[in-house]
């Protein structure tokens, strides 16, 4: 496999990036609400884009204490990941004309 600096391409495949995992997470309501008040909190005292983004990612995280929930550090990796590969192009109406 290539590696950085190879002539290869330098991109590891998302699948190698996020091992794969059969381990869960509990239930924990207590830890769920904390990270979502975190995110709200990051949210009210910046504006910007980017406190945006880490509130959004925080309250992903959060996702995984939630009861029913079938979501993964993985998947929840790969979500973000995709979202910042998105906005790092300008979004998803890059190239529409108004």
């Known amino acids: 496999m290539p590696t950085e600096g190879d002539d290869g391409d330098d991109k590891e495949p998302d699948w190698q990036m996020a091992p794969d995992s059969e381990s869960t997470f509990p239930e924990h309501k207590e830890k769920r609400e904390l990270l979502r008040e975190v995110a709200e909190e990051i949210r009210a005292r910046d504006e910007s884009a980017e406190a945006s983004q880490v509130a959004a990612f925080l309250y992903?995280?959060?996702?995984?204490?939630?009861?029913?929930?079938?979501?993964?550090p993985a998947e929840i990796y790969l979500n973000m990941r995709h979202i910042m590969e998105i906005k790092a192009q300008g979004g998803l109406n890059r190239g529409r004309e108004e």
Not at 60 to 72: A, C, I, M
């Open 60 to 72: 992903r995280v959060s996702d995984l204490y939630k009861p029913g929930e079938e979501t993964s």
